[in-house]
């Protein structure tokens, strides 16, 4: 079977103004055509979600890197319905980030309802795992993998998996400079494929398993060699369109 579509996505986090997105999409769209193997997706903070839109035109995609948890639109100040996203151009959005974990205390469950409202609403939830630092050396890494996964399972089942992208994001690795290894990353790819094989072979054999954490073009196309590694969810490296693109294209060189 060939490789799944390599998905290279940005998220922006907390980062950007009208003027430094511009020019960074700019990067980004003038270089998208020498990468015709990988799916590009950015995911900018909320605000900008409409005038990036107005930038991108059509080959890359764009993604929000949050969504309220609610089925229907309604008094929730400060939220964000899943369908204004959709009306902003978005096509993915990123659920249970660890900084959504950890700082703004989304349990597995809120995560979970949360993937199963953009499902619903035609948004691909791009469902973020991982442990942490101490979880790893606790040796928790696949207990802490199965909880967070298995909180999805539950709720939506192995077939919501046909329509979602999953990306292995060990915290000790976000924005710290320290990388999982080639060898680290694929092991853990290959536990939630695993997990999701046990339930359904073929869905299991299609979806897209990112790495994120400290991706940069040096060491994006050793990560992505893993043969469960489809791609990554980069974040500081995102920000600059000449390092963003220099990791589309070792995806695009895989
Ligand atoms: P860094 O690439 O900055 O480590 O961030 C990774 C991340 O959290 C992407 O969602």
């Known amino acids: 079977m060939s490789k799944r579509q390599y998905l ?15 020019s960074l999409v700019e990067g ?11 799916e590009i997706l950015v995911c900018p903070p909320s605000v900008y979600l409409c005038p990036v839109a107005a ?33 902003a151009g978005c096509d993915y959005v990123l659920v249970g980030h660890s900084e ?44 802490v993998l199965a909880r967070q996964l298995d909180a999805v399972l539950d709720r939506s089942g192995v077939h919501a998996f046909a329509r979602a992208v999953i990306a292995y994001e060990p915290v000790w690795a976000i924005g710290t400079g320290r990388t999982a290894s080639t060898a680290q990353a694929q092991e853990a790819h290959a536990f939630i494929r695993g997990r999701l094989a046990a339930l359904d072979a073929t869905i299991a054999g299609s979806v897209r398993i990112l790495y994120g954490g400290s991706v940069k073009p040096d060491n994006a196309r050793e990560l992505f060699a893993g ?15 000449q390092d963003f693109m220099a990791i589309c294209a070792a995806a695009q060189a895989q």
């Open 8 to 22: 290279v996505a940005g998220n922006w986090k907390m980062n950007g103004s009208t003027a430094s997105n511009r």
């Open 28 to 38: 980004i769209v003038a270089g998208a055509g020498d990468c015709p193997k990988v």
């Open 55 to 87: 930038l991108l035109g059509g080959g890359v995609r764009l993604g929000a890197q949050n969504l309220a948890d609610q089925d229907k639109p309604g008094a929730y100040t400060g939220e964000i319905h899943g369908t204004m996203l959709r009306e």
């Open 100 to 143: 959504r974990r950890a700082l703004y205390g989304e349990s597995d469950a809120v995560v979970a309802a949360k993937f199963g409202v953009a499902q619903a609403l035609d948004l691909v939830p791009v469902l973020c795992l991982g442990e942490t630092l101490a979880e790893r050396d606790a040796e928790q890494t696949e207990a």
């Open 227 to 241: 043969v469960d590694v489809d791609g990554g969810l980069i974040g500081g490296a995102s920000l600059k369109s």
